[in-house]
């Protein structure tokens, strides 16, 4: 089984619908990240948790919010959905790394594509 | 904003060849790392250099960093087909930014067989 899944992998929705996307990962890890990736560029990051109580803003949270709702849980969820929201989402894990908090390697999902029309 | 930037955007090489790809960064990082990425698939790690660290190898992929120019190059020696992928840089800050990764936009390799 992968350690990271994310649910559903393809969305088609309308302008203005509320979507969750969900991620659940069994690798035990404590942070868990949710990241757009839009055609020829990077990826960036929407938010991110260091544990169940902590919840980060990353680049663009603007129109999204999250849940943690366990160590392994981690879901975004867009209000009101408009199509510049159309893009590739990615959840990822990774562990605590260093003390001090260097960034170690991340683990990803395979990505919702989501298409707003 | 992004922080890496990947050069060249594409690359197209014979099976074989060699394939060296380029970032560069603007800030002090703690580390940086190397991901590939099949066609509409999840990110896979494949390599952290640490800024102390001025090489690293892992299998076919050697990566150099240089942090006096913010600057880190992967090479793929001995290319295969299924080495066809986008490849991304990804810095982990300093400080308040050590909590962050922050990717370019890829390099784009196709290995023809």
């Known amino acids: 089984d992968a350690d990271v899944t994310q649910t559903p992998r393809n969305r088609i929705t309308k302008t203005g619908k509320r979507i969750m996307l969900e991620c659940s990962q069994t690798?035990?890890?404590?942070?868990m990240y949710w990241y757009r990736q839009d055609p020829g560029l990077g990826l960036r990051l929407i938010y991110y948790?260091?544990?169940?109580?902590?919840?980060n803003k990353g680049e663009i949270s603007d129109g999204y919010s999250v849940s943690r709702q366990a160590q392994a849980k981690f879901s975004l969820s867009l209000e009101s959905a408009i199509p510049n929201q159309t893009a590739l989402y990615f959840c990822?894990?990774?562990?605590?790394?260093?003390?001090?908090?260097?960034?170690?390697?991340?683990?990803f999902g395979p990505g919702t594509r989501l298409t707003v029309l | 904003s992004q922080q890496g930037e990947e050069d060249p955007q594409a690359l197209s090489i014979q099976e074989g060849e060699n394939a060296t790809m380029n970032c560069s960064y603007k800030?002090?990082?703690?580390?940086l790392q190397w991901y590939r990425q099949n066609s509409g698939r999840g990110l896979v790690h494949l390599i952290l250099?640490?800024?102390?660290?001025r090489e690293k190898h892992s299998g076919r992929l050697r990566v150099t960093l240089d942090t006096s120019k913010k600057s880190s190059s992967l090479l793929i020696t001995a290319s295969r087909a299924a080495d066809t992928a986008s490849y991304f840089c990804?810095?982990?800050?300093?400080?308040?930014?050590?909590?962050?990764?922050?990717f370019g936009k890829g390099t784009k390799l196709s290995v023809i067989p």
């Open positions: 690798k035990g890890h404590d942070r």
């Open positions: 990822a894990t990774s562990d605590q790394g260093l003390a001090g908090g260097p960034m170690s390697e991340q683990f």
């Open positions: 800030t002090s990082i703690n580390n």
């Open positions: 990804a810095t982990g800050g300093q400080g308040a930014g050590s909590y962050q990764l922050t």
């Open positions: 250099i640490r800024s102390n660290e």
């Open positions: 948790s260091f544990d169940v109580k902590d919840i």
